[in-house]
């Protein structure tokens, strides 16, 4: 019964390959997002959807690609990876988009860039 | 810039002791929020508190705002050793992103 569940948990690939992280929320929530924590714990949103909606956009290469096919999921695709996408990829959701509602995290994608 | 700024970043006391984190942040709030980490684990939301709010608690935690300040503590009483994790504040900007501060890593020793 977990609440956000995110696949992979670890992902360890080569520099210039495409791999893609999945999210699903299953709280019934209506806004999702992507986060990125560094080394140094430093956490930044990338992403944001409501309702199927893109409504956060951080300037992000656009090599990162989001897609949410339903208000339960929401997808991170990476194409051409470079070294300094090492990082761990947070999926999160909430229910609104004004920020007064707590967000509920999922475990993380830890991704290594050999 | 980050709107929420923790101090300190790190913070060791031994089991038992009282751990008093402090955030501090810039511009006005409607809301702010505390959020702990486990290592190798995500975020997990533990109070928010809103503007017109001056204290919160819940369980051994206690969260006080002070607005004219622009400052919040998290106060954790009888800490214990599972309690060594992270502490993040946030706080929501105008568009409704949460904003992160860099957080204070408490170790509490047995």
């Known amino acids: 019964d977990t609440a956000v569940s995110q696949t992979p948990k670890y992902l360890v690939t080569q520099m210039g390959n495409d791999k893609s992280i999945k999210c699903e929320q299953n709280?019934?929530?209506?806004?999702m997002y992507w986060y990125k924590q560094d080394s140094k714990k430093f956490l930044k949103i990338m992403f944001s959807y409501n309702n199927k909606e893109l409504i956060i956009n951080e300037t992000v290469p656009n090599r990162f690609s989001p897609k949410s096919p339903d208000k339960a999921h929401l997808n991170l695709h990476i194409n051409s990876l470079e070294l300094g996408d090492s990082a761990v990829y947070f999926c999160?959701?909430?229910?609104?988009?004004?920020?007064?509602?707590?967000?509920?995290f999922g475990d993380g994608t830890r991704l290594s860039i050999l | 810039s980050q709107q929420g700024e923790e101090d300190p970043q790190a913070l060791s006391i031994q089991e038992g002791e009282n751990a008093t984190m402090n955030c501090s942040y810039k511009?006005?709030?409607?809301?702010l929020q505390w959020y702990r980490q486990n290592s190798g684990r995500g975020l997990v939301h533990l109070i928010l508190i809103r503007s017109n709010e001056r204290e919160k608690h819940s369980g051994r935690l206690r969260v006080t705002l002070d607005t004219s300040k622009k400052s919040s503590s998290l106060l954790i009483t009888a800490s214990r050793a599972a309690d060594t994790a992270s502490y993040f504040c946030?706080?929501?900007?105008?568009?409704?992103?949460?904003?992160f501060g860099q957080g204070t890593e408490l170790s509490v020793k047995p």
């Open positions: 709280l019934g929530h209506d806004t």
């Open positions: 946030a706080k929501p900007n105008q568009g409704g992103k949460l904003i």
């Open positions: 999160a959701s909430s229910q609104g988009t004004v920020g007064n509602q707590p967000q509920h």
């Open positions: 511009t006005s709030i409607n809301n």
